[in-house]
């Protein structure tokens, strides 16, 4: 059994020595590059996306000088007759504007 061992050794060793590249050793270090990569690729597309979400929500963010609160410019919850969204914004604590509130 210990003879076995040391024959293994040496053919372990004098296949490291040899000139040509181990194949079987190559491939594996590719293939856990790709793995590599691929995690790095969903790493960065994760990161993308986080970024995007940030910056949508930097978008979304209303533009509110400091110390003023309240100004939060909020469009009208109304409708147009044609069905279509208005496009005013709404009245300071008002979810209309000064025409769908009347309506209301
Ligand atoms: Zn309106």
Redesign the pocket.
């Known amino acids: 059994m210990r003879f076995l061992c040391l024959l293994v050794v040496f053919v372990f060793a004098a296949a490291q020595q040899t000139d040509k590249p181990d194949k079987l050793a190559l491939r594996k270090q590719i293939a856990e590059m790709k793995v590599k990569a691929f995690e790095m690729q969903t790493q960065i597309e994760l990161l993308e996306k986080e970024l995007h979400d940030v910056e949508d929500a930097e978008a979304n963010q209303p533009i509110v000088a400091p110390g003023a609160k309240m100004a939060v410019k909020v469009r ?3 409708h ?1 007759r044609d069905g279509k969204r ?1 496009v ?1 914004n ?1 009245e300071a604590g008002s979810r ?2 000064w ?2 509130k009347s309506k209301r």
């Open positions: 009208c919850q109304g147009t208005c005013r709404a209309f504007c025409q769908h």
